[in-house]
């Protein structure tokens, strides 16, 4: 039974094996993570308010930005990202409605794998939860301003700037070439059948998907030149605006 539910269970699309795989790799790997290679730099005074290991190597998930503007997710393939316009939903008749949905729904039967739709609900109930268990006052202080702000983020309409990005992620069996043509095939897909919706996609080059990735953490700076932006093996000691 136990072999049969870890064969066909599924948690948020991952495959049930997977998803413990995961879950034991994060028991055993260190919390404490650093974005400086080698050895690691004494911790600051205030994580020394709780004993605890000491901070390792923060290893990201992509090693980069490859041909086409894919993004290499090393060992676990490749990503390609599309930008897709906005449809007013609300000002449609309800045949209009009907249709987009319908169209949307024959989008979401073609897709051969599982398909998620970002929602910031549990993002914001996890730094809630993991607050109370940070090393100091200052920390829960800062991992409630920032649920907080995502909260009343997602509570505004009126945006100064909205961008809906479809991400296409593909494992790397077969060989990391094998997988970037499985995920452009993908976008590809999406081009030809999502206009039918009243929505466009257009493929994202390797300028704009650094651009996007850069802008992930710092979501309020100015976009910043190419020259500017730091190359998967550089170290990134402070910040500096042009």
Known sequence: MAGLLLAIGRRDGVPLDRYLLAALRHLI???????TPGQAPAAPAWV?????????PLRLPARGVIGDGLIDLGPDGVAAVAEVSTVSFALRTPEEQDALVATFGRWL?????????LDL?????ELV???????????????????????DLSAQHDLLRRQVLLIVREPSGGGQEAAAARALRRVEEATRLLPACGVTVRLL????????????FDPAAPPLRTDQLAVPSEVITRGEHR
């Open 29 to 35: 790997s260190p919390k404490a993570l650093t974005g």
């Open 48 to 56: 020394t308010a709780r004993s605890g290991a000491r901070p390792a």
């Open 109 to 117: 039967n073609s897709l051969s794998g599982p398909a998620q739709i």
């Open 121 to 125: 609900a549990p993002t914001i109930n």
């Open 129 to 151: 939860e993991g607050a109370v268990a940070l090393a100091h006052p200052s920390l829960t202080a800062a991992a409630h301003e920032h649920a907080a702000f995502l909260a």
């Open 205 to 216: 080059n390797a300028e704009a998907t650094s651009a996007v990735l850069a802008s992930c």
